[in-house]
C-alpha cells in the first residue's frame, strides 16, 4: 500500500466541532432507540435473514454517520473481524473523516439503518451483485498506479469482475485480504492453467517457488498488455527472473530479442524446457538443419553431424539466447 492511497483516504480537512457535535447528538439519540438486547454480541441479524419484503437501501438524505460503535451493537462478529484485518487503521486513526471512518467508510453513512434495520438497509449494502457499485466503493481509497488501471483491461474491463471475485474484507482466507491464497483463487476460474501448470515441463508454481502473480497483475497491466502482464510486454516480463538471458548481446537472436513465446510456453509443456514443440522441429520452423555449418566440424564427419542435428540443434548452437564471440552461438 502506498502512502498515495493513505494520502487520499487520510488528508481530508476534519469536520468542524459543530458538525461533529451534531452527530454524536444523533448517534445518541440512535443508541436510546436501539432496544437494548439488539445491540447484546448474539445477532437478530442471521434470524431476519433476507427474506424480508419491503426492505430498502437507506437514501444518502435520510443517513448521517452513526459511528462504528453503533454498529457494533448488532454485528459484533464483523466488526471484530475487521479490527484484526487490513482495515483495521479504519477504526482506529482519529483524525480520519467521519464518513472515511469505520463500517461507513464502505457503507456509507447509515443512521437510518442502525435505527431501523429491520426496514431500512445501509445505504450501500452490496447486496444486488452491482459490480460497478462495488468497484466504485473499493476504488474510492485504493486508486494508487497498481489499482488505477483495474478498469482499462482485463479483468476489470467493463466491471467484468469486481474486487469481491478475489478479496474479502468480512471472511479474508490468505494474506491480501483474499478469499483463498494463490493459486486457488484464480485456478476457480482458470482450470486451464491449473492443466498447464500439471504438465511435465512447467514453472514450479505447483512447487511454490512463484505465484500467478510472478507474471501477471491481477489488477490489470498499468500499461495495458494483453495478457494483464506484470510489465510492459512478455520479454520485460520474463527478463525479471532471467536477467542472464537478457543481454544486450554482439550477436542477438532475432527471435529471442523480439518474443520469448515464439519458442516457449508460459505455463507448462510436454517439452523440455517449456518448449512449444520437439526442438528440431521448433528450429527447422525458421532454419535449413541440412546446413553448411557441418563443413566446419572437420573432426566429425558430416554425416555423423547431420545425424545430430536431427535430435539436437543446441548440441552445437547452446547459446541459443545470444552471444559475445559467435555469430553461430557456438560459444
Ligand atoms: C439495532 C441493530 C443494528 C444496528 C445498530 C446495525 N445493524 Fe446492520 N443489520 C441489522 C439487522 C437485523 C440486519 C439484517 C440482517 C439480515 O438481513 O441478515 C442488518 C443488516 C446489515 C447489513 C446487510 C444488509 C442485508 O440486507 O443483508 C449490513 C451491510 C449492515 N447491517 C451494516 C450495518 C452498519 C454499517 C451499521 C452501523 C452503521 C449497522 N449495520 C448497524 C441490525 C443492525
Ligand atoms: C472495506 C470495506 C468494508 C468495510 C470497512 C465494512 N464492510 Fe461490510 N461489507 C463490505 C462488502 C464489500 C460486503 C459485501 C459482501 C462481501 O463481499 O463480503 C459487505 C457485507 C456486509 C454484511 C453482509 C453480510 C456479510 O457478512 O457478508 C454485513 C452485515 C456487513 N458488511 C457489516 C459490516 C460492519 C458491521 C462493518 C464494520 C464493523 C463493515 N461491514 C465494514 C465492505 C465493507
Ligand atoms: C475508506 C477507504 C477504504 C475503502 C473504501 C476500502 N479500503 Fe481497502 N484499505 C484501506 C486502507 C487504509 C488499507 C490499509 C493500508 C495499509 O495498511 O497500508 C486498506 C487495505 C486493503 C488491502 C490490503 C491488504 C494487505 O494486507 O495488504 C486490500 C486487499 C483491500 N484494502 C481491499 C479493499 C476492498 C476489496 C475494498 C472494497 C470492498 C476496500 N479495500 C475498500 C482503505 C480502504
Ligand atoms: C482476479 C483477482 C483479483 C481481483 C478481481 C482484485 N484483486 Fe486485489 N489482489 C489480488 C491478488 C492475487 C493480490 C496479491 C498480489 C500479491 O501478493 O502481489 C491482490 C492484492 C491487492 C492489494 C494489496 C497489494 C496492492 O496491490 O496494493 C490491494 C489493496 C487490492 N488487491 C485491492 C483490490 C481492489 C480495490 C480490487 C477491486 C477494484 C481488487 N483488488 C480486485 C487479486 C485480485
Ligand atoms: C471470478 C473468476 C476469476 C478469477 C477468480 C480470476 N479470473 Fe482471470 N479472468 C476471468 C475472466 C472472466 C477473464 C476474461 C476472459 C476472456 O477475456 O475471455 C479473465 C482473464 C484473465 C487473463 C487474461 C487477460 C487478457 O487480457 O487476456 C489472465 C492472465 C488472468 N485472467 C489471470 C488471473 C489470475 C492470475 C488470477 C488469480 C489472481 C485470476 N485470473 C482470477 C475470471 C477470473
Ligand atoms: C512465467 C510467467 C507466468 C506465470 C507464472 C503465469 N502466467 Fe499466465 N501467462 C503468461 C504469459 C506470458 C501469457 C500470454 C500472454 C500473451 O498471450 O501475450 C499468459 C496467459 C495467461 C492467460 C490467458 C489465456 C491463455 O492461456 O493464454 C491466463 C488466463 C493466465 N495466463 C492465467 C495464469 C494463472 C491462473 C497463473 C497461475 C497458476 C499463471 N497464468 C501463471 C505468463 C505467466
Ligand atoms: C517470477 C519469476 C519468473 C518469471 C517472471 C519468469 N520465470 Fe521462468 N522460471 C522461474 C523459475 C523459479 C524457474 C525454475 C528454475 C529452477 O527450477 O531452477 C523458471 C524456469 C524457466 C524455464 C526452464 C524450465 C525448465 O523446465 O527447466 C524456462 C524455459 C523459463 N523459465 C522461461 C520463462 C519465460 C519464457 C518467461 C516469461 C513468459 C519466464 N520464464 C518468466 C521464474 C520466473
Ligand atoms: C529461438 C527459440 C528460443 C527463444 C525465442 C527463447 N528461447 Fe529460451 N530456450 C530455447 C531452447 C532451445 C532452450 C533449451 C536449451 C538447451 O536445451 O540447451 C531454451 C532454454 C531456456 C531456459 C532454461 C535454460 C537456461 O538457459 O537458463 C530459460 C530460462 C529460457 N530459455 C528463457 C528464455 C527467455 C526468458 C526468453 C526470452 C527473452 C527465451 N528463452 C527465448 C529457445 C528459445
Ligand atoms: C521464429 C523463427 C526462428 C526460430 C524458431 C529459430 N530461429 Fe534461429 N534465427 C532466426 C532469425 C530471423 C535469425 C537471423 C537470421 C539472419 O541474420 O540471417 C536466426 C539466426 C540463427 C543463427 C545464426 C545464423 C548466422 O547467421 O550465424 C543460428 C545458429 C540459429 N538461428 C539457430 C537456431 C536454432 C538452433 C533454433 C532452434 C532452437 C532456432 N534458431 C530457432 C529465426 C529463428
Ligand atoms: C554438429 C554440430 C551442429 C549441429 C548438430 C547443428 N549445427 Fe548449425 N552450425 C554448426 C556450425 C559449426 C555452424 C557454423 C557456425 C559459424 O559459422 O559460426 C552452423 C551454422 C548454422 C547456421 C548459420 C547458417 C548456416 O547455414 O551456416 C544456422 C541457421 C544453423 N547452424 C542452424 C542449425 C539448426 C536449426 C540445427 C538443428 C536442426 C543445427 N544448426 C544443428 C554446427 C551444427
New binding site residues.
Partial sequence: MTQRTRAGLLDRPGRTPALAATVAALVAAIVAIVPADAREPAPPVAVVGNAMTGVKDAGPAESTVAGADLCKACHAAQFKAMRESSHRVLFTKDSLDPEQKGCEACHRPSSAHAADPVKIRPQLAFKNNDRAQVNKACLACHRHETLSAFRSNGHGRGNRLDCTACHSVHKPGADRLLKEGEPTTCYRCHPGARAQMNMPSHHPVREGKMKCTGCHNPHGSPSGTRGMLARESV?ET??KC?E???GPWTFE?A??AK??L???RPHGSVVN?L?TQQ?VT?CVRCHNPNHAGFAARTDTPKSLQRMLAYQSC?HCH?R??GSDQDHGFTN
Avoid: E, F, M
Wanted: aromatic share 0%.
Fill in positions: 520479454n520474463c527478463l532471467h542472464n538471458i537478457a537472436h527471435p529471442v518474443n520469448c515464439s519458442c516457449h524446457p518448449l526442438q521448433l543446441t547452446p541459443i539466447h
